[in-house]
T-cell receptor, first 111, second 113 residues
């Protein structure tokens, strides 16, 4: 079983719509959670950290459910520029920043 | 401008040759990492280094080697022992105070012919 699992998609979303997707993780000792964005053939970039109480950054909302071991990302009012692959990233629980990456969820926003 | 650079962007090598990928950062970060990305898979950790002259194996270190002689530089050598070296290689770094927020270089796409 993979440590971090994501639905690969693609999620085809009309411009202006809302899209949400989840990620499950297997290591119950994980303390830190993130969403990274990766554009095609580019490097991943940190989108947002996920706090236990959930957090919002503009049109993006992240939630953490420790009991069920999943995190979610919701994008409101989707823009064409939101088209990318979203990587779910979990700290493995050690102190040296060993991150476990999901394979990514592809989002395609259409006009 | 501060950042992480990797060169070259695309690299082609013949099977059986060793090849070294460059990673340089001027962010004054202590920790540096090498990942490999294959289609349909998450990034997998090859090696990481927390301080100069020290590095640790990641999850898939076999067939790779690294050095960390300077804080700014963390080159990765893909040896002929690596059975499937064709991949997208990403270097990352982060400060010693927050190991979670990693900044990535633009990557090197290695193709072994």
């Amino acid at each position: 079983r993979k440590e971090v699992e994501q639905d690969p998609g693609p999620f085809n979303v009309p411009e202006g719509a809302t899209v949400a997707f989840n990620c499950t993780y297997s290591n119950s000792a994980s303390q830190s959670f993130f969403w990274y964005r990766q554009d095609c053939r580019k490097e991943p970039k940190l989108l947002m950290s996920v706090y236990s109480s959930g957090n919002e950054d503009g049109r993006f909302t992240a939630q953490l459910n420790r009991a069920s071991q999943y995190i979610s990302l919701l994008i409101r009012d989707s823009k064409l520029s939101d088209s990318a692959t979203y990587l779910c990233v979990v700290n493995s629980g050690d102190s040296w920043g060993k991150l476990q990456f999901g394979a990514g969820t592809q989002v395609v926003v259409t006009p | 401008d501060g950042g992480i650079t990797q060169s070259p962007k695309y690299l082609f090598r013949k099977e059986g040759q060793n090849v070294t990928l460059s990673c340089e950062q001027n962010l004054n970060h202590d920790a540096m990492y090498w990942y490999r990305q294959d289609p349909g898979q998450g990034l997998r950790l090859i090696y990481y280094s927390q301080i100069v002259n020290d590095f640790q194996k990641g999850d898939i270190a076999e067939g790779y080697s690294v050095s960390r002689e300077k804080k700014e530089s963390f080159p990765l050598t893909v040896t002929s022992a690596q059975k499937n070296p064709t991949a997208f290689y990403l270097c990352a770094s982060c400060t010693g105070s927050d190991y979670n927020e990693q900044f990535f270089g633009p990557g090197t796409r290695l193709t072994v012919l």
